[in-house]
């Protein structure tokens, strides 16, 4: 059996590498935070992600003085979201000679109001969900619980856009930068948000997804559900060819350290996309006479079907995957009946 492991818990992978587990987005606890993962290479320490909370900074530091010594950090962040970058300020904390932090291109652009383009999707969502709390005040709380937020935007650079190369893994061809003195893999995933980035330690044969295999669908409008399947399965090619031995995400409970286990999670998250996808079109098909299937009625049928125990516990949460997977199929709808719109499947 799989071990899951605490918030916070430091995971020993090899005595260069550590991963701080982090937590998914839950109304019993409002401010998320994804897993830090540390890896020393001869005398640098690679910093990805910094996650969120006072909490887990502190076990940065901790983690970093496990690794000791070395004279140079290289901070990267997977996107920008808000549970990824609060705590960069970590690197002015930790002592190093030099320090250098890196994003991509598209995600330095957010980095200065990450809170914007989440701002945006769920004041989008307010239009066709029935919200406990007004959006303004669902963003002020969230937001707020996030404490400290210091996400050095001023430090941060974006990766060199010229020196971006494709080349492949395997049988897989990806987008990325690499480099003979470097020991990390930079692979452009532009799943879950349109900047995301994957890392893989290739000494190590470990791919750390970020939010790309966060859960079995993406809840943002700027996600690009077909890029993520494609990633689900080149990332599946790369286990099957012993290219990823270690697969770890920014909020799963489990390490995945062998091949055999990553294969395990990656076809379930294949399997829920296909189930997920089944369930939609199955209401929005029984749903036709009346004129369609509203977000609410489509909720509700899949709290009662057998899909119900891979639902996230946050309605909300719920809703908007339900709204962007609506989305992603073309579906047809009246904006102007808001939460009452009815949506229905386009005509082949």
Known sequence: MKKKHIFGEIVTLTPDCLLIVGRETNPLFKTPSCSVLLYKHKNILYIFDTGATSFIKDKIFIASNLLRPFNQIILYSTQAHADHIANNSILDIIQAPKK?????SYELSQLQKPEKRIAQD???ASFFIDMEELPNTL????FENIDPFEPLAHKAEALDE????RFTLGSVLVTGWKSKSSPII????????NGSLMFYIEPLKLLFTGDET???FPLWQSSNTHTTITLLHNIQKLVEERFVDILIGSHNEQIYKNSAQALDFIEELLLLYARFDEYIRKNLIGHKREGGATIEQLYLSLLASPFSAHIPSWELYSKMLILNKLRSLGCHYDPAEGV???FILPKD
């Not at 963003?139 to 969230?142: E, N, Q, V």
């Open 100 to 104: 250098t932090y890196y994003i991509s």
């Open 122 to 124: 769920i004041r989008d």
């Open 186 to 193: 930079i692979i452009e995933s532009a799943g879950y948000t």
């Open 162 to 165: 010229t020196k971006k190369q």
């Open 214 to 216: 966060a859960s079995f």
């Open 139 to 142: 963003l002020r709380t969230f």
């Open 340 to 342: 009452a719109a009815r």
